[in-house]
């Protein structure tokens, strides 16, 4: 198992009170874009660049993985990456995946396809996840798997499967992504059904590289074309990370913050349409097509937001928004009910338990009754003052960071370090801003 990010003194942030938040940002590149861009160019034919690749912990491991599994992966430069394709073979060592649970699922989808065989370890926090919701489907197309009771260490030996026809119970992209990326190499007819939309720049990117996917309703079936050539991907910004520069200037009096070329693809864009129920000053404007999926530029300026009821089907399109949505409900007028979160419980960290232990600590009345979360907004700033436990999970280290640029009293984060996973400089790009972050 690979050590988590270091403890200790240095690895704590503190928030407080800001001035108004001001100017013009971008923020890094789309994670699950990132991961499917280099995992698409290693199995590709020919050259694959990759424009404003995500170059955080979880992608770099991936870009690790693609190497190990055989194909050539260069950086070029600040985000620009070549990658040429290569019959994938066994690695060296296991694939480090890190924190990711994407390159850990997609990867293992996409080794099971191949007469390969490879360990797959991580980070702590990846080897209390779940993994058996991609390793079940693996193992009825052919794979042979080998797991400690559905954790890792993986092992999997792929090759020689054939078509699925897989019915999930819930909503997931890297499920679903896992399962056409092994299917690219069966033998048959390779179909997912989800009860419900999730993220679909597996499928946007495998046309790109020239692949035949087929979305009918809730259905997503792989054609005959499956083959992948090279091709050129331009990564927009990462509307995960967005949101925590644009929460900020919400909460904080007077601030009016944009980022530019954020991915808006509808659904990832749950929380911005959640935001503006609440009744937030949220401007999406130059609304245009780059890389294949929408992206907009974002303002946000600070005002008053009201409590509102956030339905169980938005779920999958804001997923990994309910950290920082839970942070500007604390700052409403009135209640905010988040339904259908039973997914928080397996994310980087049983995230619905850190919200509520880190808004007990900064005195916000919150509570889940099953899995749904209920924030009680004052209508005013939080009083803070809490040393919230992010239990290495960046999300809810950037959530609590946020909080404290307007709550009352100061707000620290006990481990900070693996914002890097997703969105490094985080701290610095916000302190342009005017964030006393430290
Ligand atoms: C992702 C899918 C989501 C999300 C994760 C990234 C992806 O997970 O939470 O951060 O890139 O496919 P699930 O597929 O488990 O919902």
Same mark, same amino acid.
């Given at each position: 198992?690979s050590s988590?990010a ?7 942030l ?12 971008n ?6 874009m990132?991961h499917?861009?280099?995992?698409l160019?290693?199995?590709?034919a ?43 073979r066994?690695p060296?060592?296991?694939i480090?995946c890190g ?15 191949l ?25 009825e ?20 499967l054939?078509g ?5 119970l819930?909503a997931s992209? !890297?499920?679903?992504?896992? %399962?056409? &990326?092994?299917?690219l190499? $069966?033998?048959? /007819?390779?179909? @997912?059904?989800? #009860? ?18 087929? !979305?009918d309703?809730?259905? %997503?079936? &792989?054609?005959?074309?499956? $083959?992948?050539? /090279?091709?050129? @991907?331009?990564i #927009? ?5 967005a949101?925590?520069?644009?929460v ?9 913050v ?18 503006r ?7 999406i ?20 937001l ?6 169980a089907?938005?779920?999958?399109s804001?997923?990994?928004e309910y ?8 700052f409403?007028?009135?209640?905010t ?10 994310k980087?960290?049983?995230r619905?338990?850190?919200i509520?232990a ?15 979360l209920?924030?009680?907004?004052k209508?005013?700033?939080?009083r803070?003052?809490?040393d919230v436990?992010?239990?290495h ?7 609590f960071l ?7 009293e100061?707000?620290?984060?006990d ?8 969105f ?15």
């Open positions: 198992m988590a270091p403890k200790g003194m240095d690895d704590r503190a928030a407080s009170a800001s001035p108004p938040l001001k100017g013009i940002i923020v890094p590149g789309d994670k699950s990132s499917r861009a280099l995992i160019g290693g199995l590709a020919g050259e694959t660049r990759i424009e404003g690749l995500l170059e955080g912990d979880d992608v770099l491991r991936t870009a690790d993985a693609v190497r190990a599994l055989g194909a050539d992966v260069e950086r070029l430069g600040p985000g620009h990456w070549r990658v040429v394709g290569a019959p994938w066994a060296d060592a296991p480090d924190n990711s649970g994407t390159g850990a699922r997609l990867l293992m989808g996409a080794v099971a396809g007469p390969v065989e490879a360990t797959f370890i991580g980070d702590v926090s990846l080897h209390s996840r779940p993994m058996n919701r991609v390793l079940d489907p693996l193992r197309m052919g794979a042979a798997v080998e797991s400690q009771d559905g954790r890792m260490p993986v092992t999997v030996r792929g090759g020689g054939t699925i026809s897989f019915r999930n819930k992209a !890297q499920v679903k992504s896992a %399962i056409i &990326l092994a299917g190499h $069966a033998d048959g /007819a390779v179909e @997912v059904i989800e #009860p419900a939309r999730s993220r679909d720049h597996t499928e946007n990117m495998l046309r790109a590289f020239g692949a035949d996917v087929e !979305q309703g809730y259905t %997503i079936r &792989l054609g005959a074309r499956r $083959a992948l050539t /090279a091709t050129d @991907v331009a #927009p910004g990462d509307p995960s990370s949101a925590f520069p644009l900020a200037a919400l909460v904080t009096p007077r601030s009016d944009t980022v530019e070329g954020v991915m808006v693809n509808p659904l990832r864009a749950g929380l911005f349409t959640t935001l129920e609440m009744g937030a000053n949220l401007e404007r130059n609304e245009r097509i780059a890389g294949g999926e929408p992206v907009a530029d974002i303002r946000a300026r600070f005002g008053p009201r409590g509102v009821e956030v339905p089907e938005r779920a999958p804001m997923i990994d950290p920082i949505l839970a942070v500007a409900a604390a409403a007028e009135g209640r009910v988040m339904h259908g979160l039973a997914e928080l419980r397996v980087e960290s049983d619905l338990a850190a509520l880190g808004h007990k600590a900064c005195g916000v009345e919150a509570r889940d009754e099953g899995d749904t209920i924030v009680e907004g209508g005013a700033p939080p803070g003052g809490g436990a992010a239990h999970d960046h999300r809810i280290a950037m959530s946020v909080l404290g640029l307007a709550a009352c100061p707000v620290a984060v481990s900070a370090a693996m914002i890097a996973t997703s490094p400089g985080f701290t610095e790009l916000m302190r342009g801003l005017g964030a006393k972050i430290a």
